[in-house]
């Protein structure tokens, strides 16, 4: 059970990466469709991938797993501080 949920979280950290460059790239969202800034959610899924993904880390059998895991957290933390980054930022100059 573990095993797979490493796995997932491994697949959630580059969908987190494919929606931040969606986000960032088109201008078509906004705040005004979905009452709350889109990079925001992008920021929530990436840290719930993190916590999923230190969460997996009971579940390593092999040093596939571990590159995989790790691999996951630090996609991960570091989306999420650069979005944390882009939306004090953003705030502070707004």
């Known amino acids: ?7 997932w979280s ?4 580059f969908i987190c990466v494919f929606l ?3 986000v960032s790239f088109s201008g078509w969202f906004s705040n005004s ?6 990079l925001t959610i992008v ?7 993190f916590l999923v993904g230190v969460w997996g880390f009971a579940g390593i059998r092999n040093w596939k797993g571990m ?4 691999f996951t957290v630090v996609i991960a933390i570091g ?4 979005i944390s980054c882009i939306l004090l930022f953003g ?3 707004n």
């Open 67 to 70: 590159t995989r895991s790790l």
């Open 10 to 13: 491994f697949i959630g950290s």
């Open 33 to 38: 469709i979905m009452w709350v800034h889109p």
């Open 79 to 82: 989306l999420a501080v650069f």
């Open 43 to 49: 920021l929530t899924f990436s840290l719930v991938t």
């Open 20 to 22: 931040f460059l969606i």
């Open 91 to 93: 705030n502070l100059f």
């Open 1 to 7: 059970m573990l095993e797979k949920i490493h796995y």
